[in-house]
């Protein structure tokens, strides 16, 4: 149906339900884990150089081949070591030649890494200030070896919260993307409001048809969950690809000249199908991963409208409610 005879959701999508939710999942324990980026981007002498939280660091792999991580500013001169070269495991800084293998070294000492097989992850306990955990809090994942999967990364002017609070109003799905989503229902919600006798949980259950090509679309279920403060992941749990995950991450990167806060949106995919054809989806990775994150950029192209919008009316007291 045209796009304005579809039924609203203004009345459903209430803000005080979302604003429980995010309450929710803010109080989830991230144990001080953050999303650097892709592990895809660890072969060979690749790496991967994010500033978290006003924080820089830098994560390759060693002459061992394990992951190894640390701070992204040289302790001998301040040189920025995203700028500088893997060499055989050892990143050679490009100002002075100082070589780190991932030990201590010269005042420069390493920070826990973990690898979950498609994210890259780094535990900064002083700018969490959690209890630490020994690894981050992973959402369940088809089983990786049997699955295609991509990561899209993009930088919006909010903060974490409010891609966070984004991605749990999916009321707005067929409204806004109406080039993606169709007939999307929110069959079931948490309570409102979220009070402190809560464990935390956080569950969506939406039933919506993605469109494919012209007139053909694809019907699934999917709950929306957020198992840690700065997550939020869609499980398929009926229809095509059940079984399959969106994570949705935002990693606080500091502020802009400006003063603005920016965001590190950092989205995987992780498809899965009982489907005979799939193992040749699968064969054709390569081909598919750029159109699986073309797909997630044009999403994201609105949704950080969405967090930008919130945040700027949060910062200057006009959020609604």
Request: with cysteine; hydrophobic share 45%.
């Amino acid at each position: 149906m045209p796009w304005e005879r579809q039924l609203p959701t203004w009345r459903e999508a209430r803000p005080a339900l979302i604003a429980g939710a995010l309450k929710r999942a803010r109080a989830r324990p991230s144990g001080n884990w953050y999303v650097v980026g892709a592990s895809s981007a660890l072969r060979g002498d690749g790496k991967l150089a994010r500033t978290v939280a006003g924080q820089e660091v830098v994560v390759w792999r060693g002459p061992d081949g394990r992951l190894v991580g640390g701070p992204g500013i040289c302790p001998h001169l301040g040189a920025p070591l995203r700028d500088s070269p893997v060499r055989r495991g050892t990143l050679v800084c490009h100002w002075h030649g100082l070589a780190l293998d991932g030990s201590p070294y010269a005042g420069w000492s390493p920070l826990p890494v973990h690898n979950d097989g498609v994210l890259v992850w780094v535990r900064l306990d002083t700018v969490g200030g959690e209890e630490p955990l020994d690894a981050p809090v992973v959402p369940r994942r088809p089983e990786l070896p049997r699955a295609l999967r991509a990561v899209y990364a993009g930088v919006g002017v909010c903060e974490p919260e409010d891609v966070v609070a984004n991605r749990l109003d999916p009321w707005h799905g067929a409204w806004f993307h109406p080039y993606s989503f169709v007939d999307l229902t929110v069959v079931d919600t948490p309570g409102v409001p979220a009070c402190a006798a809560d464990d935390g949980a956080v569950a969506l259950t939406v039933v919506v048809s993605f469109k494919v090509a012209g007139r053909l679309v694809v019907p699934v279920r999917a709950v929306f969950t957020a198992p840690e403060p700065r997550t939020v992941a869609m499980h398929i749990t009926e229809g095509e690809g059940a079984g399959s995950v969106v994570e949705t991450h935002a990693t606080p990167l500091g502020v802009d000249e400006s003063g603005h806060p920016r965001t590190a949106v950092i989205e995987a995919v992780v498809a899965a199908s009982d489907r005979r054809g799939f193992a040749a989806a699968r064969r054709a990775a390569p081909l598919l991963r750029p159109l699986m994150r073309a797909a997630a950029r044009r999403l994201w192209r609105d949704d950080l409208a969405y967090a930008e919008r919130r945040w700027q009316l949060r910062s200057t007291g006009r959020f609604p409610g």
